[in-house]
C-alpha cells in the first residue's frame, strides 16, 4: 500500500512540477532570444526542445543499461508520435498554432528526412556504436545550421536588440531551473505511472510505447500549451520540431553509443506509424499555414486510436 501511495504521489507531483518547469523554461527561452537576437523558432529548436526532450534521454540510457532495449527505442518511438499528435494537437485546440513559411518549407522536411533515415537505420531491427555515432554527428550539423540560419528575426521585425548582461544571466537562471523542473518532474511522473501500469500487468514494449512515452514527453506538452497560451507559436512549433529530430539524433544516438541497442519485431509497426505520423504533419503544413482546433481535434482523436491499438495489438 506504500509503494502504491509513492507512486499516486509522484504522478500528482510530477504533474505539478512539470507546470511550474515549462513556465520558467517558456519565459526565459522567449527573453533569451530577444537577447541573443535569435529567433523564437531557433530557441525553441534548440534550447527549449533539447530541454525537454532530457526525460527521454535519461529514460532510455536507463533502460538500455538494464538490458531494457525494447522500452528504450520504444520509448522515442512513442515519444515522437505523442509530440505530434497529442502535444500539437492539444495545443491547436487551447488557440491556432501558426507555422511560418520558412519552417513549412525547411525545418519540417528535415524532421520528415531524419526521421525516415532513422527508420532506415532500424530496419536491420539494431542500432549499433557506429550508427549512434552518425546520428549524434548528425545532430552537431542540425544544431550549427539551425543557429546560423535563424540569426535573423523569421519575421524580420528588424528591431533593435539591447543586451543586458544581468538580465540575460537571469533568463540563462529561468531556462536551467525549468529544465531542471521538467526533468524531476517527467523522472517522478514516469515512476508512478510505470508502477501502476505495471501493477494491472501491462508489458515493457506497451509501457514503453505509451506510459513511459507519455511521461517522458509531458514537458514538451507543458513547454508547448504554456507558449501557445503566451502567444509564441514559433516556440511551441520549434519544441515539437526540434524534440522529434533531438529524440532520434541525441536520444537514440547516445543511448546506442553508451549500449548498441536491438529492436524487437514488435518494434517495427510503431516505426512506420511514427514515420507515417511526421508526413502527415507535414501535409497539414503544407496546406495550411496555421493548425486550427479542427486538426486538433482529428490529431487527438488519431492519437487516441494509436493508443488503443497499441494495447490491443
Not at 513511459?212 to 507558449?227: D, F, M, Q, Y
Request: aromatic residues 6%.
Amino acid at each position: 500500500m506504500s509503494q502504491l501511495f509513492l507512486e499516486i504521489l509522484g504522478l500528482v507531483a510530477g504533474l505539478a512540477i512539470l507546470i511550474v518547469g515549462a513556465d520558467l523554461l517558456v519565459r526565459g527561452a522567449a527573453q533569451l532570444a530577444r537577447v541573443l537576437g535569435l529567433s523564437p523558432f531557433a530557441i525553441g529548436v534548440t534550447v527549449v526542445a533539447f530541454g525537454t526532450s532530457a526525460p527521454e534521454l535519461f529514460a532510455s540510457i536507463g533502460a538500455a543499461l538494464l538490458d531494457v532495449e525494447e522500452l528504450a527505442i520504444g520509448n522515442v518511438v512513442g515519444s515522437n508520435i505523442a509530440n505530434i499528435l497529442l502535444i500539437l494537437g492539444a495545443g491547436a485546440i487551447i488557440a491556432p498554432i501558426g507555422i511560418h513559411r520558412r519552417v513549412r518549407l525547411v525545418e519540417l522536411p528535415i524532421m520528415l528526412v531524419i526521421t525516415g533515415l532513422t527508420v532506415g537505420l532500424l530496419l536491420d531491427s539494431k542500432l549499433t556504436r557506429v550508427d549512434g555515432a552518425l546520428l549524434a554527428a548528425g545532430l552537431i550539423g542540425y544544431v550549427v545550421f539551425i543557429v546560423r540560419s535563424h540569426r535573423v528575426e523569421i519575421e524580420h521585425e528588424g528591431d533593435e536588440v539591447v543586451t543586458h548582461p544581468k538580465s540575460a544571466w537571469l533568463d540563462v537562471g529561468m531556462v536551467v531551473l525549468g529544465i531542471v523542473a521538467l526533468g524531476l518532474g517527467a523522472r517522478a511522473l514516469v515512476f508512478g505511472a510505470t508502477g501502476v501500469a505495471l501493477r494491472v500487468g501491462v508489458s515493457e514494449g506497451i509501457v514503453g510505447t505509451t506510459v513511459v512515452a507519455l511521461g517522458t514527453s509531458l514537458p514538451e506538452l507543458a513547454a508547448t500549451i504554456r507558449s501557445v497560451m503566451a502567444k509564441q507559436s514559433d516556440i511551441a512549433v520549434g519544441n515539437v520540431v526540434g524534440s522529434n529530430i533531438f529524440n532520434l539524433l541525441s536520444v537514440l544516438g547516445i543511448t546506442a553509443m553508451i549500449h548498441p541497442l536491438v529492436a524487437s519485431p514488435s518494434m517495427e509497426m510503431h516505426l512506420w506509424i511514427m514515420l507515417s505520423v511526421s508526413v502527415l504533419m507535414v501535409v497539414f503544413a503544407m496546406i495550411r499555414p496555421a493548425m486550427g482546433r479542427l486538426v486538433g481535434m482529428c490529431f487527438l482523436l488519431l492519437y487516441g486510436a494509436y493508443i488503443a491499438f497499441a494495447f490491443v495489438v
